[in-house]
């Protein structure tokens, strides 16, 4: 099996440096980094270019549709869909291919620990762990019971293309929350188990940096709430802002 990793991109150029140096010392390597770019106004396209990952240019604002303009250009028989500042652990590829290997997982993420400069967001990076299983067991039971687990950007995601494709993808019209969306159809249609897997990744605090503990995290909460009582996508994202 080989894996292409996919990152969408917009504006990314102080992020995204890292996360490349990360992966290109994974071992093994993936077969490819492809950067899926909206049209990156900061030099995000050129420093992904030079770092010799396949780039994706001027491709239409929206993380589904980047996502899935990766997905569509990869050659792997597995797909890591992977956010600008996140780093994962070296044998990712290997934990990759050993967790999809198991034919009831159809997709899975891993456990997100938010860091920053100084410190590690410990009460957020708690809640973002819990909620993977509390979010769908309160607001879509039956999913739930029947594999459903509700994975974020932030906790890398993972997946076969045959699966990916017998869904459709990622939907477009979710302007938020799409990864929940994809959890959810890939049960439903009965692809398999959504999976966390309990190993670390690492995500950038910029957020709750930017907004503040409470904010960041009451934010969070809201529209948490709002899409277990079936908010509209359009509406959930009026509510969060973008940061970079």
């Known amino acids: 099996?080989?894996?292409?990793?996919i990152i969408p991109t917009l504006n990314e150029a102080a992020a995204l440096p890292a996360t490349l140096n990360?992966?290109?010392?994974?071992?093994?390597?993936?077969?490819?980094?492809?950067?899926?770019?909206a049209g990156s106004e900061d030099g995000t396209a050129t420093l992904a270019h030079r770092?010799?990952?396949?780039?994706?240019?001027?491709?239409?604002?929206g993380r589904a549709a980047q996502m899935n303009a990766g997905a569509k250009a990869a050659a792997g028989d597995l797909l890591c869909f992977l956010h600008a500042?996140?780093?994962?652990?070296?044998?990712?590829v290997a934990l990759v291919e050993q967790v999809l290997s198991d034919p009831t997982t159809a997709l899975a993420g891993f456990v997100s620990i938010m860091r920053g400069e100084a410190e590690v967001r410990r009460v957020?990076?708690?809640?973002?762990?819990?909620?993977?299983?509390?979010?769908?067991l309160l607001f879509r039971p039956v999913s739930f019971f029947k594999g459903a687990r509700l994975l974020f950007g932030?906790?890398?995601m993972i997946c076969r293309r045959a699966d990916f494709e017998a869904i459709g993808g990622w939907?477009?019209?979710?302007?938020?929350?799409?990864?929940?969306?994809?959890?959810?159809?890939?049960?439903?249609?009965?692809?398999?188990?959504?999976?966390?897997?309990?190993?670390?990744?690492?995500?950038?605090?910029?957020?709750?940096?930017?907004?503040?503990?409470?904010?960041?995290?009451l934010t969070f909460i809201?529209?948490?709430?709002?899409?277990?009582?079936?908010a509209e996508p359009t509406r959930l994202a009026e509510h969060y802002e973008d940061v970079r």
């Open 154 to 156: 932030d906790q890398v």
């Open 124 to 136: 957020t990076t708690a809640h973002n762990f819990i909620k993977t299983w509390y979010a769908p």
């Open 1 to 5: 099996m080989s894996v292409s990793i």
């Open 171 to 217: 939907d477009p019209k979710q302007a938020i929350m799409e990864e929940a969306d994809l959890c959810l159809r890939m049960v439903r249609a009965g692809r398999g188990r959504v999976r966390q897997v309990p190993r670390k990744v690492w995500s950038s605090d910029r957020r709750v940096a930017q907004w503040g503990f409470w904010r960041a995290n």
């Open 22 to 37: 990360n992966l290109a010392g994974l071992a093994p390597l993936p077969l490819e980094v492809i950067i899926a770019d």
């Open 85 to 92: 500042d996140t780093t994962v652990p070296e044998d990712f």
């Open 51 to 61: 770092s010799g990952a396949i780039v994706l240019r001027d491709l239409p604002r």
């Open 222 to 230: 809201s529209i948490g709430l709002m899409w277990g009582f079936g």
